[in-house]
């Protein structure tokens, strides 16, 4: 059943409207749930190697279960893969909430991030696939608003959530929305609107071994990291590791460049266009996702916020990428993206240089001019980026193509959040503190130093691989110059 007003031509707004739903949901849960992090590890008493592990959790499930996601949704169509992940996600928020022990909602979260893997690997893709090609970068910034909205409801109204009823409220709040959520992908979405783009690839063939080898690679890289400082990096469970994940990761390289129906089309790479933006677009991701990581801690446990505080004052990090990605977008689709990729990555970088500057008494306004110059930035470069990858893919191909788009942003923040773990506590150990950082504000001065410090490392690492973004933009949009030109001449007029 489908409302009748939907089925004209304003369906495309209302498919947007529905899929962006699904983005809106399951951002507000992740930015939430980062909120709610400080109060989690008081409440079990659990260092940072450990509570990091209710986000990493999670976000490592989505990785590696959106490419299959998107590769399912190729074959038997966007909406019933969007809608089922509604109700996986939201059973999984109410175990979450009713768990009463850290590693229960650490399987939970897990869990959840099956049911957001099927909506994530669908919702650009609907969105896309009903605007056109013609339209794609409005397509792209709608997607990203959905996003944006998400990153600032969720901070509020944890932090809200968290002073008014406790920390369990930011799991139980993902029920009602869940269940709207599916209510409207059901009465809204039009499969026929983008089933033959779908339907044409033929049968379902699902890469087991991918799969497994590229999860045993990201779970064999979170490991190490996360444990080397408290095991020692000359550890052979640590050694044994890091090396697990090389062998892992060239495994998994070699089997989808020969298996027949492969998790991850490699010939994607073949072109610089697609290869060059995906890997400026996880290097982004791997730098944002300390800044959401951290930044929760250090104003609650050495700024002595409280949460709806903080969730007020990373608002405004969640406000300028929401603003700047539409415009972004709709300014690229008029005048080409290489300059709105080079402002965004320029303010990105910088933003993260001026979070590097924090210390235990740095003003309010250095926090927020940091926050917002690395959020806009992002903002200004993700729809342009992601239009230029996108349009080297055929439409039948979105559900794996949007798919793997949404693995390198959570793949990015799963190493950007043990890159982060590893420098902040090995500051903290450096000065004889342990990794227990929490929501009891009672850091003593000495503790609250060794944390800004690792603080302060990890931001200049994240700048510097920012800076490597830029560059590998610049490269790219270089190619990209010299394609357009090639494609202009008489004899390559038709390969478009």
Known sequence: MR???????????????AAGLGIVTTVI?????????????DHFDAELPVVQWVTAGYILAISVLILPMGRLSDVIGRKPVFVGGFFVFVLSALFAGLSDSLGLIIFAKVIQGLGSAMIQATSMAIIISVFGANQRGV????????VGVGSISGPVLGGFLIDALDWRSVFFINVPVGIVGAAAAMLILDESKFARAVRKNGGFSFDWVGASLSAAALLLFLLGLSNANKLGWDS???????VGFVAALGAFIWWE???????VDLSFFKNPLFSRGMLARVISFTNMAPVRFLIPFYLIAVQGYSAKQMGLIIVVSSAAMSFMSPLSGYLSDRFGSHRFIVIGMLMATAGLFVLALLNEGSPLGLVVLGLFLHSAGLGIFMTPNNSAILGTVDRGRYGIATAFVSLTRNAGQVIGIAIATVVVTAALQAEGYSASVTADQSLDAGEASAFVKGLRYTFLLMGSFQVL????????????????????????????
């Open 3 to 17: 409302l009748a007003f939907t089925q004209g031509s304003s369906h495309k707004w209302w498919a947007a409207g």
């Open 29 to 41: 849960d992740q930015q939430s749930v980062n909120v709610a992090l400080p109060a989690i590890a």
């Open 139 to 146: 397509a792209l910034s709608l997607n990203n608003m959905a």
């Open 236 to 242: 052979p469970f640590i050694i044994a590791s890091l």
């Open 257 to 263: 460049a020969r298996t027949p129906e492969p998790m």
């Open 469 to 496: 973004a830029l560059l590998v933009s610049l490269f790219r949009e270089r190619a990209g110059v010299r394609k357009t030109a090639a494609a202009s001449t008489p004899t390559s007029a038709s390969s478009e």
